[in-house]
């Protein structure tokens, strides 16, 4: 058995964070004492596995904020995770055998050189390339975008937080990655780091959606349910996921297809007001959908005394064309995505061009398009039209590659063998750099901080 310290930033709601609590989850499952470090954790706002119980959480109130006026969060991202390196290296603080680290590489060297511990990071996406929105592949595009889109102050903003980034991630012992893609732009971003990541997939619990239990008496799963066909987008509430795409498809489709008038969007994913890029993508998809589209929307939270306050809005109770859910709860996923009908459509970049299977048709999981709104159309045309029985074979094939490829236990046992490869390294032989000593020093002065 592994004592296995997890250290994750913010523990809300989103796709890294699923994957920080299924990972938890599938280690302890195969007999490891695993504990979750955060730098934020609400209870209104999280996965409920890390509230009741089933996962040991401790969340490490920083003295910072967030960001000052929408500006600088990821300097204040690095200070929140050096405070809470700071707790973890504390005397009395409870001694681990290795450390699994995402999204932010900042506490690695401090991990290793003070701790005397091995370390794993996984990496959803370099950090550095979406500082100026969503990623683009193409690098004479990229670095033209990044021109209009990011001045000069914000270069050199940015440059020692790319630098910090880079030299803090090659001091890990073991790199994941989340997919083939991820590991090829990680490669050709981070120069001065040689290895290849391995490659863990994030896991589906496939469990969950074969569950038997009857929601028909859950107030927020009646309110997200409906006879009428219904096309579903699950992201975050963050500009980068261009979920505007889905919104465009879907409003092209019905002014298209007469019989398409019935068809509804459920716009579901993680909404944090404290974060700036959360509220300004929901109410820029609210104005595409009712004013440009003049679709007809509704806005729902769930029934918790303590969900998300929305300020008034020009909403339709019954029957909306778009239905936004916000932090939806796992019985509303779970009822969406049991759908006897569930079909896929994906961008044709990324993660999901390993996890979907588009050619040849007869091995088909689902559809993979460029983000074109006209291209997306055509798609979801084919799918509407699609029959019953091509339907019913296409899903039948997109559960055995989900068993075989994307399972909890495959996934688990990926990372498992990460941190075993790790630990296995032996003792960590620390080693004295400059800008260790000064990483070391803000941490100093902000565990003095943490105890004034």
Same mark, same amino acid.
Request: net charge neutral; with cysteine.
């Given at each position: 058995?592994?004592?296995?310290?997890?250290?994750?930033?913010?523990?809300?709601?989103?796709?890294?964070?699923?994957?920080?609590?299924?990972?938890?989850?599938?280690?302890?499952?195969?007999?490891?004492?695993?504990?979750?470090?955060?730098?934020?954790?609400?209870?209104?706002?999280?996965?409920?596995?890390?509230?009741?119980?089933?996962?040991?959480?401790?969340?490490?109130?920083?003295?910072?904020?967030?960001?000052?006026?929408?500006?600088?969060?990821?300097?204040?991202?690095?200070?929140?995770?050096?405070?809470?390196?700071?707790?973890?290296?504390?005397?009395?603080?409870?001694?681990?055998?290795?450390?699994?680290?995402?999204?932010?590489?900042?506490?690695?060297?401090?991990?290793?050189?003070?701790?005397?511990?091995?370390?794993?990071?996984?990496?959803?996406?370099?950090?550095?390339?979406?500082?100026?929105?969503?990623?683009?592949?193409?690098?004479?595009?990229?670095?033209?975008?990044?021109?209009?889109?990011?001045?000069?102050?914000?270069?050199?903003?940015?440059?020692?937080?790319?630098?910090?980034?880079?030299?803090?991630?090659?001091?890990?012992?073991?790199?994941?990655?989340?997919?083939?893609?991820?590991?090829?732009? +990680?490669?050709? /971003? *981070?120069?001065?780091?040689? $290895? #290849?990541?391995?490659?863990?997939? %994030?896991?589906?619990?496939?469990? &969950?959606?074969?569950?038997?239990?009857?929601?028909?008496?859950?107030?927020?799963?009646?309110?997200?349910?409906?006879?009428?066909?219904?096309?579903?987008?699950?992201?975050?509430?963050?500009?980068?996921?261009?979920?505007?795409?889905?919104?465009?498809?879907?409003?092209?489709?019905?002014?298209?297809?007469?019989?398409?008038?019935?068809?509804?969007?459920?716009?579901?994913?993680?909404?944090?007001?404290?974060?700036?890029?959360?509220?300004?993508?929901?109410?820029?998809?609210?104005?595409?959908?009712?004013?440009?589209?003049?679709?007809?929307?509704?806005?729902?939270?769930?029934?918790?005394?303590?969900?998300?306050?929305?300020?008034?809005?020009?909403?339709?109770?019954?029957?909306?064309?778009?239905? +936004?859910?916000? /932090? *939806?709860?796992?019985?509303? $996923? #779970?009822?969406?995505?049991?759908? %006897?009908?569930?079909?896929?459509? &994906?961008?044709?970049?990324?993660?999901?061009?390993?996890?979907?299977?588009?050619?040849?048709?007869?091995?088909?999981?689902?559809?993979?398009?460029?983000?074109?709104?006209?291209?997306?159309?055509?798609?979801?045309?084919?799918?509407?039209?699609?029959?019953?029985?091509?339907?019913?074979?296409?899903?039948?094939?997109?559960?055995?590659?989900?068993?075989?490829?994307?399972?909890?236990?495959?996934?688990?046992?990926?990372?498992?063998?990460?941190?075993?490869?790790?630990?296995?390294?032996?003792?960590?032989?620390?080693?004295?750099?400059?800008?260790?000593?000064?990483?070391?020093?803000?941490?100093?002065?902000?565990?003095?901080?943490?105890?004034?």
């Amino acid at each position: 058995m592994l004592k296995i310290a997890f250290i994750h930033p913010d523990l809300g709601i989103g796709g890294a964070e699923r994957l920080v609590v299924d990972a938890a989850l599938g280690l302890q499952n195969l007999g490891h004492q695993v504990d979750i470090y955060t730098s934020h954790h609400d209870s209104n706002h999280c996965f409920e596995e890390t509230k009741d119980g089933r996962l040991k959480v401790h969340n490490i109130i920083p003295p910072f904020p967030r960001a000052i006026n929408g500006k600088f969060h990821i300097l204040f991202a690095h200070l929140r995770q050096l405070h809470l390196t700071a707790s973890l290296l504390s005397p009395g603080a409870p001694k681990y055998d290795v450390f699994f680290v995402d999204q932010l590489s900042t506490c690695i060297p401090l991990l290793r050189a003070i701790g005397r511990t091995r370390v794993v990071f996984y990496c959803h996406f370099p950090d550095k390339l979406l500082a100026n929105g969503e990623f683009i592949e193409d690098p004479i595009s990229r670095a033209q975008r990044n021109m209009l889109k990011g001045g000069l102050l914000k270069r050199i903003y940015r440059y020692p937080m790319d630098w910090l980034e880079e030299i803090t991630t090659r001091q890990a012992d073991v790199i994941l990655a989340n997919s083939n893609f991820t590991g090829r732009v +990680f490669k050709d /971003n *981070f120069p001065s780091i040689r $290895r #290849t990541p391995e490659v863990v997939y %994030p896991g589906i619990n496939i469990v &969950a959606y074969e569950a038997t239990q009857d929601s028909s008496n859950d107030p927020d799963v009646a309110a997200i349910l409906s006879d009428r066909p219904t096309l579903i987008s699950l992201n975050r509430f963050e500009k980068k996921k261009n979920v505007a795409l889905a919104v465009e498809a879907f409003a092209r489709i019905r002014a298209q297809e007469p019989n398409s008038a019935n068809l509804r969007l459920v716009l579901g994913g993680g909404y944090d007001p404290r974060l700036e890029d959360n509220m300004l993508t929901l109410y820029s998809l609210i104005d595409l959908v009712s004013k440009k589209h003049s679709l007809s929307y509704n806005v729902i939270t769930p029934s918790s005394p303590k969900a998300v306050k929305i300020p008034p809005l020009n909403t339709t109770l019954e029957n909306p064309a778009v239905l +936004f859910v916000l /932090n *939806f709860t796992t019985a509303q $996923r #779970t009822a969406l995505l049991m759908s %006897p009908s569930t079909i896929v459509l &994906a961008c044709d970049s990324g993660g999901p061009v390993e996890s979907i299977v588009d050619e040849p048709a007869e091995e088909r999981t689902g559809w993979l398009r460029a983000p074109n709104p006209e291209i997306w159309t055509e798609a979801l045309r084919q799918i509407v039209d699609l029959g019953e029985e091509e339907r019913s074979k296409m899903r039948e094939r997109a559960k055995k590659r989900a068993r075989e490829m994307f399972g909890m236990e495959a996934m688990a046992s990926g990372i498992e063998n990460a941190l075993k490869e790790a630990v296995d390294m032996g003792q960590v032989q620390s080693r004295v750099t400059l800008w260790l000593v000064v990483l070391v020093a803000i941490m100093c002065l902000l565990f003095a901080l943490r105890w004034a």
